[in-house]
């Protein structure tokens, strides 16, 4: 089937279809264009999306904990992924298909506009054959009757009796003339007949057929054309379907991994203040019609001084701690029941004094107060930079558990700049070692201003470490003793609103503050449990000062040279050791400055 044969006659028909196929081209073009820019906002709506609710990771504290905003922050990544990939697929679309159609047309348009001018050219050439024909037709046929007519008149004049043999002779001198032109003309028409007759063949059989096949090829190369832009149109996403599948089982993984027992021990860790709750409220015997005497803390020292209490020393101490948001005062041992309680003499005879004060009102100063306790010598030593140091220093203003977790990330935090200090010591004392061998690269004395610098902050960090190592050695020891122990920074230590005391009392009440010092001559089994978890630690080994060390700074311990010093902690690869006198006075010294002997079996001095 070609249109050289099928369709000789119709020029202008594939003329108007040729327009229409380049029309058609230039129309899915523009479709594709428009499909792009719908990909390319897509991509851009979807990445303004993602980037909406990202979080705005200003602070460490913002980080999500959780496995649920974990797990939606991972699936907005794969949907930052997912816009890339439309963005893929957009640029896929623009470059292969948009931008080879655009060409495609442009080059299409110039062939058939050269191809239809061929087939014009041949028309014309073939119109000028027929009209040279049909001149040279309608010359033999004039031609013919001039003839025809020279033949009559001579004819006529040759029957005329009266005519001269002169007019005959002309008349036939006329007839020859004009045979001899129309045979002239007739061969002229024959040969411009037979001429045309040429072309016309080949302009219908040659000519004609060519240019049409050649507006036929290109016709079937457009359509290939488009079918290969179909097929990349719908490969370009065909491409991207693995990574998009990829994203979206990232998005499926994301959502398999919330977990929500850890999201719920997040919650606990967070929240965890380390306080016991409150315990019961005593029974108050109402039909006795006698007060309480004084708070369960000096009972037992009142039967031993036999003696009078003021009662506002009692109240007094015991505005110590809010036991509601903290730990409930212990029981003494034996347990005191509620008959006891308001006994108003004892076995030898001696009585305890009351004091006028109204239960329920008593019961609510019990709730809002606390009696500070006597904490131990060494936690006064090891808590005494906490004191002095600034008042949010130590996160005293949050409960234990925070404060722990608070201590601990400062500690690795410290430790961490420990380590790049310690990198970059080690590195000037290879640069040293390198201009003192080779001088000519550089002065050794100039790297001392650098080095004294880098050792002193190696210094300060580790003395910052030892300080907040004690702070977090305090709250451990604290938080893991029993629930009702609760210890005091210090004796006359005022307690301020919504303010915990370093040693982690809380109260809310601005104008409580303890009266008077506490009551040593008390209970000797409350006072001894303030010890139970503060005995000495034992001797690991003893160590003997090979240099004098001053010990000025919080925490370390002065030594001579040749003074022999017990080991209770070994160095912890920070470089300080912690030692004790004989006279029980403790503290670190530096591990360069000693030399260590420790002992396996030992059980201390």
Not at 64 to 82: K, M, W
Not at 412 to 431: F, G, I, T, V, Y
């Amino acid at each position: 089937m070609s249109w050289g044969t099928e369709l000789w006659d119709q020029f202008d028909s594939l003329d108007k279809h040729t327009q229409w196929g380049i029309d058609f081209l230039e129309r899915y073009a523009k479709f594709v264009k428009e499909r792009i820019e719908i990909e390319q906002n897509y991509a851009k709506q979807l990445r303004n999306l993602v980037k909406k609710y990202c979080p705005k990771r200003s602070s460490k504290d913002e980080e999500p904990r959780f496995t649920s905003c974990i797990a939606f922050f991972n699936i907005l990544n794969e949907l930052n992924d997912y816009a890339g990939q439309r963005e893929v697929v957009a640029e896929e679309m623009a470059h292969r298909v948009y931008g080879e159609l655009m060409r495609y047309a442009h080059d299409l348009k110039t062939e058939r506009k050269m191809h239809l001018q061929e087939g014009r050219k041949a028309q014309q050439y073939l119109d000028m054959c027929w009209k040279q024909m049909d001149n040279s037709k309608k010359k033999f046929e004039r031609e013919c009757r001039e003839a025809e007519k020279a033949q009559q008149s001579y004819e006529r004049l040759d029957n005329d009796t009266n005519a001269t043999k002169a007019d005959v002779e002309k008349a036939k001198q006329q007839l020859n003339l004009r045979t001899h032109m129309a045979d002239e003309n007739k061969n002229e028409y024959a040969a411009q007949l037979q001429n045309f007759n040429g072309e016309q063949h080949k302009h219908f059989y040659v000519v004609i057929p060519q240019i049409y096949k050649q507006l036929q090829e290109m016709d079937e190369r457009r359509t290939i054309k488009l079918s290969e832009c179909y097929r990349g149109f719908a490969d370009s996403e065909r491409k991207v379907i693995p990574i998009i599948s990829k994203c979206l089982e990232g998005m499926i993984l994301a959502a398999k991994s919330v977990d929500e027992r850890r999201d719920s021990q997040m919650v606990v860790d967070s929240f965890k203040s380390g306080f016991e709750p409150p315990g019961d409220f005593p029974f108050e015997d109402y039909s006795q019609h006698i007060y309480r005497t004084i708070s369960d803390g000096t009972i037992s020292a009142s039967k031993q001084e036999s003696g009078k209490v003021d009662a506002k020393t009692t109240v007094g101490k015991a505005k110590g701690k809010l036991w509601l948001f903290g730990k409930k005062p212990k029981p003494q041992s034996p347990p005191l029941t509620p008959t006891s309680l308001f006994t108003s003499s004892t076995p030898n005879g001696s009585q305890f004094l009351t004091f006028s004060i109204e239960p329920v009102h008593y019961c609510m100063n019990e709730i809002k107060t606390g009696k500070p306790r006597i904490p131990s010598f060494r936690s006064l030593k090891r808590g005494w930079s906490v004191k002095m140091g600034p008042a949010l220093e130590d996160f005293s203003h949050l409960p234990p558990e925070q404060r722990r977790k608070k201590l601990q990330q400062r500690i690795d935090e410290l430790n961490r700049e420990l380590q790049k200090e310690s990198d970059q010591k080690d590195a000037l004392n290879k640069m040293k070692d390198v201009y003192e061998k080779n001088p000519q690269m550089g002065d050794p004395g100039s790297l001392q201003p650098k080095l004294a610098e880098t050792m002193n902050n190696i210094d300060r960090l580790r003395m910052e470490i030892h300080k907040n190592e004690a702070w977090l050695s305090e709250v451990e020891g604290k938080t893991g003793g029993r629930g009702d122990r609760r210890h005091s920074s210090d004796i006359n230590h005022l307690v301020t609103q919504g303010r915990e005391s370093p040693e982690g009392s809380y109260t809310d009440d601005a104008n409580q503050e303890v009266r008077g010092p506490p009551q040593q001559h008390g209970h000797h089994n409350e006072f001894d449990d303030e010890f139970e978890d503060d005995d000495p630690l034992p001797a690991i080994g003893h160590c003997k000062a090979i240099y004098p060390f001053d010990g000025h700074n919080e925490g370390t311990l002065a030594m001579k040279e040749g003074e022999v010093l017990y080991i209770i902690e070994e160095d912890k690869g920070d470089g300080w050791t912690r030692a004790r006198r004989q006279n029980g006075e403790e503290g670190y010294v530096p591990t360069s400055y000693i030399d260590v002997t420790l002992e396996k079996n030992s059980k201390g001095s």
